[in-house]
């Protein structure tokens, strides 16, 4: 197995998180592809650098845009969404539509890569993330590393590089495989330790997971849960549909990568055409959110209880409530004002303060056991 400063985590846990196949040979080989730099065009960028083991596998590097998107590989270009963590990204299931029409599931904030795998295949060619011309340099780069071709045929067999789009994918699928690992998917959170009668939630905790899963007070599970009962093992804290909430402008961030165009979200999947689903974005896992900042498809906000604020005003009539707390200034309009799921938003009554730090309470209560350290770190 791979030897890297990162390898002691590793030990002890298993491989297996998913009922389909597996082969831990694979995600040795993910496991060496994920950290190597080599694999973008200036050699300095690697899967983990905007996917930070030691950051829940987010980006929380300082840069010029409050880390809202990942610096690339050219050291000047800006995307126009926030990197997500990687923690149970394993859970999502592949990209569909379901019998009553709703999209869920797919990687990216619109679901174009349809699963895990696929959505491997996109940084190391994304010109302002790793910038890598085509799969062909891609490939020459893994070939360069006498490594690697006995891992690659010993795994994907002996012809594996003489077709560059078959070497392509079995490059993703081990990256997958890796991202599959008891690594990326602990599931020993204080929550999961909660559950398992480990540990015990504090008053404030308990009242914020109370709220969390009522059907009364919030709105909370209506997309932030996928099993159908509060309480259950390995929750991951989505449901993977998708869901404009009127996520305002990022303009700091637009006036540095000089983005003109609207996001539309699940609209820009080359599979769907349906208007509806314009502005449409991925619910996300809550899991380890409280040091994943900042939040929003495109990082708008810094603060989870910001978050929350941002919510509560769609239930609330209060001046104070219109405010955002960052800015001190009413919240700006929405980017896309069509398809806001008020259904989903305005489904409960206003929260005061207490509530609204419980719940940030028990938010914190979801973060890996590794990362708990993360929350009393000024950075986060």
């Known amino acids: 197995m791979l030897k890297t400063a990162f390898i002691g985590l590793l030990l002890g846990m298993s491989f297996q998180v998913s009922a389909q196949p597996f082969d831990t040979a694979k995600a040795e080989l993910g496991q060496r592809l994920f950290f190597d730099t080599n694999l973008s065009h200036n050699r300095t960028q690697s899967c983990a650098t905007c996917h930070a083991p030691s950051a829940a596998f987010a980006d929380s590097r300082p840069n010029r845009v409050d880390s809202a998107a990942s610096l690339g590989d050219d050291e000047q270009s800006f995307g126009d969404r926030n990197t997500p963590m990687i923690t149970y990204a394993a859970q999502t299931p592949d990209f569909h539509q379901n019998a009553q029409g709703i999209y869920a599931g797919g990687f990216f904030w619109d679901g174009r890569a349809a699963n895990l795998a696929e959505q491997a295949k996109g940084p190391p ?40 789009q078959a070497a392509y994918n079995a490059m993703a699928d081990a990256l997958a495989h890796f991202e599959r690992t008891e690594l990326f998917n602990p599931f020993d959170s204080k929550y999961d330790r909660y559950l398992q009668g480990n540990a015990e939630l504090t008053p404030e905790e308990e009242l914020g997971m109370t709220l969390f899963f009522s059907q009364q007070f919030t709105n909370c599970n209506l997309c932030h849960q996928l099993n159908p009962l509060p309480g259950r093992e390995n929750e991951v804290f989505s449901n993977f549909e998708y869901h404009n909430i009127g996520v305002p402008v990022n303009t700091k961030l637009r006036q540095i990568n000089g983005v003109t165009d609207k996001d539309v979200g699940l609209f820009a999947h080359p599979g769907v055409d349906d208007p509806s689903s314009i502005g449409k974005f991925k619910t996300p896992s809550l899991r380890n959110v409280a040091v994943t900042r900042p939040y929003m498809h495109n990082g708008v906000f810094q603060d989870l209880r910001t978050v929350i604020l941002f919510y509560n005003q769609y239930n609330s009539r209060s001046a104070k409530m219109r405010i955002n707390p960052e800015t001190g200034l009413e919240w700006d309009l929405p980017e896309v004002p069509e398809n806001i799921s008020l259904t989903e938003l305005q489904t409960g009554p206003a929260l005061d303060d207490k509530r609204v730090d419980a719940l940030v309470a028990f938010l914190k209560t979801l973060t890996d056991a590794r990362f708990e350290h993360l929350l009393h770190d000024s950075t986060h």
């Open 125 to 164: 060619l994304n010109p302002i993330e790793m910038g890598m011309s085509d799969e062909e340099s891609v490939i020459e780069r893994i070939l360069e590393n006498p490594i690697y071709p006995p891992l690659f045929k010993g795994l994907y067999g002996e012809s594996i590089f003489l077709d560059t």
